[in-house]
């Protein structure tokens, strides 16, 4: 499963409050995404990150913030949750980058409500 | 755009049966990678196989062969001797790169259901 763990794997909270999800590896891969799942709509990148310090946005970008402080660890805030934004989140991590796949850790559901 | 299109939102199979799952995707680069993820109820994404679109050989891991058709951007899987544990939601995946960063996209998928 290439050591990917997220937390909260369910989360619960009202809209206007601030969220963050955590996503974590331990094999100190270089690249990480965060990606949001609904029916429908397969999975959407929102963020991603190549590197400490260094993120883009993906297609689904507004609304949501990452950081990325050090290799293992990769944050998404939801600085003010909107129901729109209840979905699955995915956090991913490229395994020898570009000409490598793409492993997902186990999701975690957010409720806004 | 790229986009990729899974035309098929269900499928089923009988058990040891082999189903064949279409995919196609509109691109304009020449060099990038096609996956099949697999998705069970447990959610997490499982990596079934992958195909470089520069390798005219057809990717094959146990079971799971695709057929690409570069021309013709399609890359569908093929399922064979499907098992009850085969039944979730498979989606297809076009990974590119653009200014030096990786991108990955998806289609909506197919939920394929393995009847006994």
């Known amino acids: 499963d290439a050591g990917i763990t997220q937390s909260p794997r369910h989360k619960v909270t009202e809209t206007g409050t601030p969220v963050t999800l955590r996503c974590h590896q331990t094999?100190?891969?270089?690249?990480m995404y965060w990606y949001r799942q609904d029916p429908g709509h397969g999975l959407r990148l929102i963020h991603y990150?190549?590197?400490?310090?260094?993120?883009d946005k993906g297609e689904v970008s507004d609304g949501y913030s990452v950081s990325r402080s050090k290799t293992e660890d990769f944050l998404l805030t939801l600085e003010s949750a909107t129901s729109s934004q209840t979905s699955v989140y995915f956090c991913?991590?490229?395994?020898?980058?570009?000409?490598?796949?793409?492993?997902f850790g186990p999701g975690t559901r957010l409720t806004v409500l | 755009a790229q986009t990729v299109t899974q035309s098929q939102p269900e499928m089923s199979v009988q058990e040891a049966e082999t189903v064949t799952l279409s995919c196609t995707y509109d691109?304009?680069?020449?060099?990038?990678?096609l996956f099949w993820y697999k998705q069970p109820p447990s959610r997490q994404m499982i990596l079934v196989i992958r195909?470089?679109?520069?390798?005219?050989q057809n990717a094959t891991e146990n079971r799971f062969s695709v057929n690409f058709q570069k021309a013709a951007k399609s890359f569908s899987l093929k399922i064979s001797d499907s098992q009850l544990g085969d039944a979730a939601m498979y989606f297809c995946?076009?990974?590119?790169?653009?200014?030096?960063?990786?991108?990955?996209?998806f289609g909506k998928g197919t939920k394929l259901t393995v009847n006994p």
């Open positions: 991913a991590i490229s395994v020898g980058g570009f000409t490598d796949t793409q492993y």
């Open positions: 094999e100190n891969h270089r690249y």
């Open positions: 990150s190549y590197g400490v310090k260094d993120t």
């Open positions: 691109t304009s680069e020449s060099d990038y990678y």
């Open positions: 195909q470089e679109a520069y390798k005219q």
């Open positions: 995946a076009y990974r590119y790169s653009q200014g030096g960063s990786e991108k990955l996209v």
